[in-house]
């Protein structure tokens, strides 16, 4: 070669490198148009976002697709497309020569790197659109591998109408992933990009089915003659093609939390997923207008969400689909109770069975009541989280102190939102804070997890974000609680664990404006919201009657493995203790151990009962007995001799509630009446107006018969209850008009904020 020739050939060359740089092709994630595809773990597209032209398209690897289809597309559309360098000259000389020959196309010249190149910079049909697609072909091979330039076909080819790629137009088309294409499905969608509009399956059947027999006739030889007649029998069915809608507004959160992303892989349950948005829309038809429900599951292993639904319908706007309300932040009402009981536990403060006062009471002006306006007394711990009880749960956080549980909880990854300007206070236990179902699915986790609580995780490459949220013992202690009663119902004997259910907590925020359901098993935490999305009140909708039904449906339909043993983690055991004071219960005789109970007991700590809030003194005293009589005494008015009886004092405020055989026992006889002058800790209060042991007739068929009730000797504000259950605050000394319309017994109490008290029993007859 002359020297002059090698200069001429360096100069062209270097002219085509300049050319490449100065005109680099349309490459996707440069100049070209971007769209993105969610999918659930199994490849399920959830929902398919279009690029800035309305395309619909999935992103799918090579190694993902059928090899059916790969062999079909290289046989019938570029034999050649390993060897030559973007553009086959034997190809264009042949399909040149026929169009010569014949007038009309005969053959395409050509490769498939040409058709690449047609797809990203579009060429008109002409002999200048032709060597200008030919020049992009040489630079795509030139700055692309062949795996490369396959994967842009596979992405980007047309299949008809807003499809583009095999992965869009298999799912489109055929309801499956390319990965599962038969040999006539793979040759029906190698032939569709030549005429993507005249061979559309889903309206041009026979015409699909006559290009697919193409493509099957140019397969025999490698597929063989029997394989290619048994495809030529399958019929071309397409489906209507429509837009994949599963978790939409879950897929919506990821893709914007990954917006470059073509692609994104979830943790979803494509299945589950499936299964719980049926749940949800199988309870439209009973919920009122403008309510929204929404639900999130999550693995306790991985901490992977499987369903996320973040609304009730996501076609109806008049329930505000387009809000997801596992994102949003709502009061979560006393669905943050278990916590509170867990962490207390770890301080030491209580054990399971530790005596509380579910009664009327004032908290530094705080009044906290009861979801159904009842008392019960005295009740445990476990009772207390059993029932959800109010003013238990207040009075555990007025020790721990609220600053310290929001803390502890923040600490833990549960994020609270308080009101604008305030610190945390007592309220927070009853809803007066916000978070998120995410935010609580995330926290319950714990329960499962030996306390370790964790962000849910969305994508197969998030990090795994945990942080303690309490103890492994609390953690049982707790979950245990909630499942199945405490180890009253279900003691763990001889070192054997016992099956466990489902624990769940159920929520609902003042004005009934939210309800909520959150549980654990062994193997997922479900939480369920149900609400109005603008916060309008739905009256009578609460958390045991709307949320926790849901709730266990879901865990009905996704969690099918049966429960497995669970021991208690190191540092928890039984033990008896006793009441009123709270503490071991072994060696205490019967007049300090009124009621024995079995309780968990957490690194061997057996608080006593918190101190009497409305009377000093200790718990346990030593009172004084007449030696003959037995009536009480004391030093001075003694008739006789004296003998000392150490005794467990009841908290003042849970006086009135004991019942009669435990006030035997538990409370002091009255006074010698030599000691008529002394004063017993409950004196000073009296109820007049109606007498103990009276009874109360309807007038024929009048009307239900009121009675007025007043008390002496009380201070400043009065409660009244009547079976337990609060009727009236009133000021003292002022009546308090109350009917009685049904026949039977009733106890009415009256007790003023210092513990004093007076209780008569009355019964009514018609």
Known sequence: ?????????????????????????????????????????????????????????????????????????????????????????????RAAGQWATSGRVV????????????????????????????????????RLSKREILGLYLGYAPMGGVL??????????????????????????????????????????DRARQARDKVLARMEPRWGAELVREARQEPVIAQTVREPLLA??????????????????????????????????????????????????????????????????FADESRFSHVDMVRATRSPGSTLKPFLYGLALDEGLIHSESLLADVPQSFSGYQPGNFQANFSGPVSVSQALQKSLNVPAVEVLDHLGPQRFVAQLRRGGLRLELPRGAGPNLSVILGGAATSLEGLVGAYTSFARSGIAARPRYTKNAPLEETRMMSAGAAFIVRDILESGGPLARAVEGGVGVRRGIAFKTGTSFGFRDAWSVGVSDRLTVGVWVGRPDGTPNPGFFGANIAAPLLIDVFAAVDGAPPGPRLPPEGVSQAKICWPLGTWGEDLPPALCHEQRTAWILNGAAPPTFPDRLRGGAPRYTDYRDAESGLR?????????????EMARWPAALEPWLDTGTRRHALPPAWAPACKDAVAPEAGLKIVGVADGETIRRAGTGPAPEVRLEARGGQDTLTWLVNGVQVGRMAA??????????????????????????SVEISVRN
């Not at 059928?66 to 597309?73: D, H, K």
């Not at 190149?117 to 030139?142: C, F, N, S, W, Y």
């Not at 319309?741 to 009733?746: D, H």
């Open 164 to 205: 583009e790629g095999v992965e869009a137009a298999s799912r489109a088309y055929l309801g499956k992933p390319s990965a599962r294409l038969t040999e006539s499905e793979a040759a029906l969608l190698t032939v569709l990009p030549q005429a993507p509009s005249l061979l559309r399956p889903d309206r041009y059947p």
């Open 248 to 313: 939409p507004l879950f897929a919506e959160r990821v893709r914007r939390e990954h917006p470059r992303q073509p692609r994104v892989e979830t943790t979803l349950d494509a299945g589950m997923q499936s299964m719980v948005e049926q749940l949800i829309a199988s309870r439209l038809s009973v919920l009122p207008p403008r309510v929204s429900m929404a639900a999130l599951v999550v693995d306790n292993a991985t901490l992977e969400v499987l369903a996320y639904a973040g609304s009730a319908d």
């Open 733 to 758: 000394g002022r009546p308090l008009l109350q009917k009685f319309p049904v026949a039977g017994p009733y106890r009415i109490t009256a007790m003023d904020d210092a513990g004093r008290f007076d």
């Open 633 to 645: 005494v004391r030093a001075g008015c003694a008739p006789g001799e004296m003998r000392a009886v």
């Open 1 to 93: 070669m002359s020297r002059r020739l090698r200069l001429a050939l360096a100069a062209a060359l270097g002219l085509l490198l300049v050319a490449d740089q100065l005109f680099p092709p349309p490459l996707p994630g440069r100049a070209a148009p971007h769209a993105q595809v969610v999918l659930a773990r199994d490849g399920t597209p959830l929902r398919a976002f279009p690029d800035r032209t309305h395309i619909w398209r999935h992103p799918v690897r090579d190694d993902e697709v059928s090899p059916r289809y790969l062999e079909a597309l290289i046989a019938y559309e570029d034999r050649f497309f390993h060897w030559h360098p973007g553009v086959n000259p034997l190809a264009l000389l």
């Open 107 to 142: 053959s395409g010249g050509s490769t498939l790197t040409m058709q690449v190149a047609r797809i990203l910079d579009p060429t008109p049909h002409t002999l200048r659109g032709k060597l200008r697609q030919m020049a992009r072909a040489v630079q795509l091979e030139l």
